[in-house]
């Protein structure tokens, strides 16, 4: 999660879904920390006390702001590429913003260490103006025509970022994790000009302060138990290869981040396609300079753990036209998006790890991207599965379709209230879906609960209560105990309510058996639909991309609803629900999904 604060918080002084009384809310915080462990609660504190103590903000003392060249006079000629290219990348550098807004409201002239980020809209936005995402862009333009000016448009802008950015301060350098996208993006793009061998001077001096950044903060990285840590280590790794450093402890760092984080199936401790590849990205980018530089392999397991992430997303992503489900929390972020692909494609990230990291490729053969950097095409595809399993999630494909579902084990923190839920895609549609993320600063607090509450998915939600209360921003307390079933998940709530989730599929027929029990007087599914003219039907309801009956060993109530769902970060809209409510007899309920 890219622009989050510290986790053990609450929203503006309360928290929706979160206890009204400060006993309650304590009790709640005090909940989440013991679910997250010793570990990154103890590193959150030490991190709180060396910020306490002004030692993390000695670190990031005035430094000079970079000046003298940042990239080089002349660009290379531009390689052989998929027919369009050439005019896609011309299209997309005129269409670059003459000055982004770095500042979005942020005090630029107070300490990075000392803003309050969720405010204003949060700085997620504001931190992708200046991650420099233009650079490789604008190398490439330089590339592809020589006299457009685009190498001194590039050298202007980064000159301009510095001197309205001077070192550590203003909201662009209040995370770490900004500062190693920065130094990705620069890095990537002094390759792609061949210039990262030796680096002009102003180059050399912003990627000192970009590591020096990272460094002052390690422990709220670590803390976090997602991308920060991994896209913080790459930054530094990146910074060390090109300033002539030892990228050998950034590179084990990374190693052994990746191997806490990312199982050996390829499940990541956030299960969300959009930061699975982001992280991709991230170590695409990495490898790919090292490779470049000669330098050592990275240690085990990366190479193993980035293709077992590859395969997990190449798994969920539409071969048609790359998309993904809503699964988690995501915020829309494309690093180093050399093949123009976009936040709404993925084809194009999996391509290039996986002919980095598996030796396959994908669903882009004729990807840019990977022309750019130089990556034959392998002969081997990745597969498909039609039964697969990962830490966090399994899948099935058949007939066209194909679906996820939301499991266990809960080792790290989860995002949303999501568990058991179901989403189902046929060809190109995502017929069964998730509400998705909305933002982390909602303009209206009943964002969080509409999108990311228990309400918003499609498991059974017991007397209309969260099964795990917010006890901050990024923080959910109480989580279920949570077990695998041959084809599913099991769960049991904190208040005794217990859920088993089993999916099947016969052709164009799928099926999902919830099982539930427990002290619970009413519950509910809420089945978000894909748009349509939807309508009641006997024993459910009928649509444009499906018929849906639902069967019960109790009285059912089902009527279509309005939900919510979000389309990209920042965005909501209403959404077709299907609503199936019940009382507290009821015990075995069987929705059956038929696809055209």
Known sequence: MSDQATFLTRIDGQVAGAPRHAAGGRLLLLDAAWRLGPRPVALRLADQVLRRCGLARMRLAAQPVPSGRFLPAKAPPAPELP?????????????????????????????????????????????????????????QAARLDPGGGHLARAE???????????????????????AAFRALHLALAL???????????????LLGLCARRIAATPLYALAQDNNHPLSEAAGAYACALLLGGDPGRPAAALAARLARLVAPDGGFAQVSPGYARALLDTLS??????????????????????AALTAWLHRLVEPATGSTPRLGLEDGAALAD?????????????????????????????????????????ARKLERPPRWQAAGSMGWAEAGAAAVLRTGPLRFRPGQCDLLHFSLRDGATWVIRDGGTGSYDPPSAWWWPALGGAAGHDGPVFDGQEPMPRAGRFLLARWPRVAPLPDGAALRDANGNAAAREVRVAGRCWTVEDRIAGPFRRVAWHWRLCPGPWRLAEGGAIGPAAAITVQADAPLRIRLAQGWESPAYGEIQPAALLLVEAEALVSHVTTRIRLP
């Open 156 to 178: 202007a802008l980064v000159a301009l970022w510095c001197l309205s950015n001077p070192p550590f301060r203003g909201v662009a350098w209040a995370c770490g994790q900004e």
């Open 285 to 306: 980018v990495v490898e790919w300079l090292r490779r470049r530089h000669g330098a050592p392999a990275f240690p085990a397991p990366l190479a193993e753990r980035a």
């Open 83 to 139: 027919p369009g290219t050439h005019g896609a990348v011309l299209d997309a550098a005129a269409a670059l913003p003459a000055l982004p807004d770095w500042h979005g409201g942020f005090d630029p002239a107070a300490h990075a260490l000392a803003i309050t980020l969720h405010q204003r809209g949060g700085a997620r936005p504001v931190w992708e103006a200046n991650r420099l995402a233009a650079l490789p862009l604008l190398a």
């Open 338 to 378: 050399l093949s123009l692909a976009g936040r709404a494609d993925s084809r194009a990230s999996v391509e290039r790890a996986a002919r980095l990291f598996a030796g396959c490729g994908a669903d882009a053969p004729e990807d840019a991207g990977c022309a750019w950097l130089a990556l034959m095409r392998p």
């Open 191 to 205: 390759a792609l000009l061949d210039a990262d061998r030796d680096s002009p001077e102003g180059a050399r001096a």
